[in-house]
C-alpha cells in the first residue's frame, strides 16, 4: 500500500486548498478512504471519510467547509477545503478507512495563519 499525500501550503485564514492524495498497492475503488490530520502534540483524528459508493461524512469540525471525493479510476482521493481557520492548521495525511496497518506516508502540512 502506498498512500501520496500533496497540496498543503501556508494560506491566510478564510482561504482555500485541494489536498491530493495518490494512492496504489491496494484494490483502490472497492476501499473506503479517508482523510486524517494531526495537530502539533494532539491525536491524529479522522475528518472525512468517502465509501466507494460515493457517500461521505466529516468530523463536526470540518463539516459545511471540507469536501472528500474519489476517483476510482485514477485512485485519488481529494480534499478541498474552504474558509480556514487557524485550528485547522495540521499536518494531513490520506489512509483507507478503517486504516488497519497501513503506513501513513508523510502528509502534507496545512498552515493557516495571516
Known amino acids: 500500500v502506498q498512500l501520496q499525500a500533496s497540496g498543503g501550503g501556508l494560506v491566510q485564514p478564510g482561504g482555500s486548498l485541494t489536498l491530493s492524495c495518490k494512492t496504489s498497492?491496494?484494490?483502490?475503488?472497492?476501499?473506503?478512504m479517508a482523510w486524517y490530520r494531526q495537530a502539533l502534540g494532539k491525536q491524529r483524528d479522522l475528518i472525512a471519510d468517502i465509501y466507494r459508493d460515493g457517500e461521505s461524512h466529516y468530523a463536526a469540525s470540518v463539516k459545511g467547509r471540507f469536501t472528500i471525493s474519489r476517483d476510482n479510476h485514477a485512485n485519488t482521493v481529494t480534499l478541498q477545503m474552504n474558509n480556514l481557520k487557524r485550528e485547522d492548521t495540521a499536518v494531513y495525511y490520506c489512509?483507507?478507512?478503517?486504516?488497519?496497518?497501513?503506513?501513513w506516508g508523510q502528509g502534507t502540512l496545512v498552515t493557516v495563519s495571516s
Open positions: 489512509n483507507t478507512h478503517p486504516p488497519y496497518n497501513n503506513p
Open positions: 498497492g491496494f484494490g483502490f475503488s472497492n476501499t473506503a
